[in-house]
């Protein structure tokens, strides 16, 4: 009978467990991609599906299982069951958690935070046109020998103050000091020859050509003179006119050529200041106007100067126009070559609605700011609340700036009170509360310091 069951019986099983795998997957996959069970279209259709799957699924493959794989199939069925009743159960659990959170949540007010606020004020402002500048001395050279030589004595030192005329340096004069004499040797042998000449001529015993003849040797010697003088001179570097030396170039004993750079020579007292502005600010300009000039080297200082010399023509690479303006400078703080801010002042005044810049938030759609409103109270159950300040978020058009400032042309009115700073963080009808004791300081020129 072992014999038999093992031929017969297990090969049995195998097949049908084989037919119960492929008509299960089959009819899952089938019936997972039908249409739903009932709809008012095909309702005979999904209902023969429904049955189809029944019947092979469930109940042909009951038909080929023996009492043992029925026992089996129980056990998986129960095992089953009870993980869908733990998973029910921690379902349950989890949404009952979550309502209530939910719940407390809702009850929950969110406290009010702490802003720094400030008022909108009503300013005159006088229109200003900004942009950057350079420093540029009224005089200034570098000082350099017209002939070649060699350095005898240093006269100046480096950074020293110098008047027009001072002498600064010589160079070996030596060789046109012995021309010299031999020059005003011929010069006093001509003389003689030229007034034995004339008493010669008042004797008559020599020619007046022979008198003319004399005169010229006598004038081509004075020039000779007069050429090596100049060569001195020359050779004696002088400052063309004051101001203050830079830094020596040379040393002492060293030998120059025609041009070679001995000192830098600047005029400090007044400056110019050179900058530029773009074409369509050409009519706003004339000569006289106000500027004024800061620069990072002295913070919090303003310099004040005339516009003197406006360029008659346009850049044609940049479209910009060149316009200098003169710096009274008696400290002699400002230097040639530094970069300053220009701030051109125009006569046309505004009356403007101000407030911090730091107060706007900016954003693709349009600026705007928090504005700080007091809240009425309110009867909620039966309980009347106390007033608060709450937030409202305005749409505003900005203008000009100026330091730490900036105006509002649209959306605001003078005296309103709006927040200053963390503008980024806050959201409408938010509840606020009031305390500047952190707010920072404002100013039109604000001190900007690298540390």
């Given amino acids: 009978m072992a014999e038999i069951a093992g031929r017969y019986v297990a090969p049995r099983m195998m097949l049908g467990a084989t037919r119960i795998f492929f008509v299960t997957s089959r009819c899952t996959s089938e019936f997972l991609s039908s249409r739903p069970f009932y709809t008012r279209s095909t309702g005979k259709q999904s209902l023969a599906r429904y049955t189809f799957f029944i019947h092979y699924c469930v109940v042909q493959p009951l038909l080929f299982m023996t009492k043992k794989s029925m026992t089996k199939v129980k056990r998986i069925l129960l095992i089953f069951l009870g993980l869908l009743v733990v998973i029910g159960v921690l379902a349950g659990i989890k949404v009952l958690q979550i309502q209530k959170m939910i719940a407390v949540g809702k009850q929950t007010k969110q406290p009010p935070v702490v802003v720094t606020v400030a008022k909108v004020r009503r300013e005159v402002w006088q229109r200003r046109l900004k942009t950057v500048g350079s420093l540029t001395a009224v005089q200034g050279v570098t000082v350099a020998p017209d002939l070649p030589g060699k350095i005898v004595e240093i006269i100046f030192s480096s950074g020293q103050e110098v008047r027009q005329g001072d002498l600064l340096l010589r160079l070996d004069t030596s060789t046109e000091q012995a021309r010299l004499r031999a ?269």
């Fill in 183 to 451: 020059a005003e040797t011929a010069v006093t042998l001509a003389g003689i020859n030229r007034r034995r000449a004339k008493e010669l001529v008042r004797k008559k015993s020599m020619s007046k050509a022979e008198l003319d003849k004399t005169d010229a040797q006598y004038l081509e010697a004075v020039a000779k003179v007069d050429e090596i003088k100049a060569i001195i001179d020359k050779k004696n570097l002088k400052a063309p006119f004051s101001g203050r030396l830079g830094i020596r170039r040379v040393n002492l004993g060293q030998v120059l050529a025609q041009g070679d750079a001995i000192v830098v020579l600047q005029q400090l007292d007044p400056v110019y200041v050179d900058f530029s502005l773009p074409q369509q600010n050409f009519a706003d300009l004339a000569v006289g106007m106000s500027v004024q000039v800061r620069t990072d080297a002295l913070p919090g200082k303003i310099f004040n100067g005339k516009i003197t010399a406006v360029n008659p023509g346009v850049d044609a690479i940049n479209r910009n126009i060149k316009v200098r303006a003169t710096l009274a400078n008696p400290d002699t703080v400002l230097r040639p070559g530094m970069f300053v801010r220009v701030a051109v002042i125009l006569p046309e005044k505004k009356d403007v609605l101000v407030l911090p810049a730091t107060a706007i938030l900016y954003a693709p759609y349009g600026d705007s700011v928090y504005v700080v409103e007091e809240k009425g109270p309110e009867k909620k159950k039966g309980v009347t609340k106390k007033s608060s300040l709450v937030l409202r978020q305005q749409v505003v058009r900005t203008g000009m700036t100026r330091g730490d400032f900036i105006t509002v042309t649209s959306g605001l009115n003078a005296g309103q009170t709006v927040v200053t700073t963390g503008v980024f963080k806050f959201h409408n009808g938010q509840a606020v509360v009031i305390d500047n004791s952190l707010a920072p300081p404002f100013s039109q020129h604000p001190d900007v310091k690298n540390e």
